[in-house]
């Protein structure tokens, strides 16, 4: 897998979820399941790593990583996983599955949310960290990944295809809604809204500050390490002129793959072992 090929796979996989449908398979499936803190996505994927299936729905049952609602988050799972079952006419039961945490999340937060995705019948045999994740569906071999998700900013450091670092802060999607609410004198459920459907020179001038310091955060873990190319992937990051503020604060060439908030999910279900 390689950028062009990896972003020609995201725009397959969002094809499935936007339409709702399945595509022709070999092998055995496997299972990705990413408990964001603003949306919890589901991809299917063949032994070949080909995208079969997809759902998402929109959740604020984790927040940076920890499950704050575990109830919640094994009936959201359980109903993407169904969605895709009744789609597909199959079980998924006790397929091979993976989930991922950000950087730094201590074990036990780390069995409770493999546990959700087992409480779905679906066999985790996998968990990894969200960057080196994303890193898979692309083909980096170097570099640095940043996550940005929901509730933190997340980073890995590859050297020749290997992890040498990684790490995670608060700061995300959510600390953008919460500038947002402020700044215009909404509600937080507002704020969201506003940040993902109105026009864009309306709301990222407001919210520009918080991605100029998850800029800083992964400009300071970046120090000492021969990095070239930062990769922004993550919901938060969907703004068109999100890379240009990190390249203008870091120095260094961004870049941003098609369809941010999936490239992680999809990577999740890659590294799935069957």
């Not at 790593?49 to 575990?70: E, F, K, L, S």
């Not at 864009?200 to 070239?228: L, N, W």
């Not at 919901?235 to 999100?242: D, I, L, S, V």
């Amino acid at each position: 897998m390689d950028w062009k090929s990896g972003n020609d796979t995201i725009l397959a996989f969002n094809e499935l979820i936007q339409e709702k449908k399945y595509a022709p398979y070999q092998g055995k499936l496997k299972v990705g399941v990413d408990l964001g803190t603003a949306n919890i996505v589901v991809a299917v994927v063949d032994e070949n790593n080909r995208p079969v299936a997809g759902a998402m729905q929109g959740a604020h049952v984790v927040r940076d990583g920890i499950v704050v609602d575990y109830i919640g988050a094994v009936g959201i799972v359980k109903g993407l996983i169904r969605q895709i079952e009744e789609m597909m006419g199959i079980d998924l039961y006790d397929a091979p599955g993976a989930t991922a945490i950000p950087p730094g999340i201590i074990e036990g937060n780390t069995k409770i949310i493999a546990n959700v995705v087992e409480s779905c019948d679906i066999r985790v045999t996998n968990v990894v960290d969200e960057p080196t994740a994303a890193a898979t569906v692309l083909g980096i071999q170097n570099g640095a990944v940043v996550d940005v998700g929901g509730g933190t900013t997340g980073i890995s450091i590859i050297d020749h295809g290997n992890v040498v670092f990684t790490a995670d802060e608060p700061t995300g999607g959510t600390h953008m809604s919460l500038v947002l609410a402020g700044a215009y004198h909404i509600s937080f459920d507002e704020a969201e809204h506003m940040k993902i459907y109105d026009d864009e020179s309306k709301v990222f001038p407001v919210v520009k500050p918080t991605v100029e310091k998850m800029a800083s955060i992964v400009h300071r873990f970046i120090q000492g390490y021969d990095v070239d190319t930062i990769y922004v992937v993550g919901g938060a990051c969907e703004f068109t002129k999100f890379e240009s503020v990190f390249e203008r604060e870091i120095g260094i060439k961004t870049v941003k793959p098609v369809e941010p908030l999936l490239v992680t999910p999809l990577g999740i279900a890659f590294n799935a072992k069957v």
